[in-house]
């Protein structure tokens, strides 16, 4: 779901979002209860009129595996590709 529009490390061919590990990983610049809130519904987080990250709701994202998502990118950001 997230790699239609993000890069990871590097890998992925869109340009639509930011690439979720490089130059740091949102885990390191993100609270970890604002990081949720942003995946589910950016808008409680921050807004703008041209956001493009709509956030997932719990049926298409519940909320282990939203923290699962979280755990992820917590540990790929000690992975980071030179
Ligand atoms: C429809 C395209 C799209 C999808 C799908 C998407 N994102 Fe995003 N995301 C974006 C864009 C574009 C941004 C940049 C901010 C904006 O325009 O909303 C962004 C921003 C973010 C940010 C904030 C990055 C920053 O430094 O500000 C995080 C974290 C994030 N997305 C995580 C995810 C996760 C996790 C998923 C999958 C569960 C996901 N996104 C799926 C398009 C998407």
Redo the contacts with the bound molecule.
């Keep these: ?6 890069r990871m490390n590097g890998a992925g061919i ?1 340009e ?3 690439d ?1 590990n490089l130059p740091t990983n ?1 885990v390191d ?2 609270k970890p209860d604002a ?1 949720f809130m ?2 589910r519904d ?1 808008v409680t987080v921050r807004q ?1 009129p ?5 956030g ?1 709701s719990e049926e298409q ?1 519940s909320d282990r595996e ?1 923290h699962n ?2 755990a992820y ?1 917590t540990e790929i950001s000690t992975r980071k590709v030179e």
């Design positions: 779901m997230c790699f239609a529009c993000h869109t639509i979002g930011p979720l949102p610049y993100f990081l942003l995946i950016p703008w041209d956001m493009q990250l709509h997932f994202l939203n998502v979280i990118l």
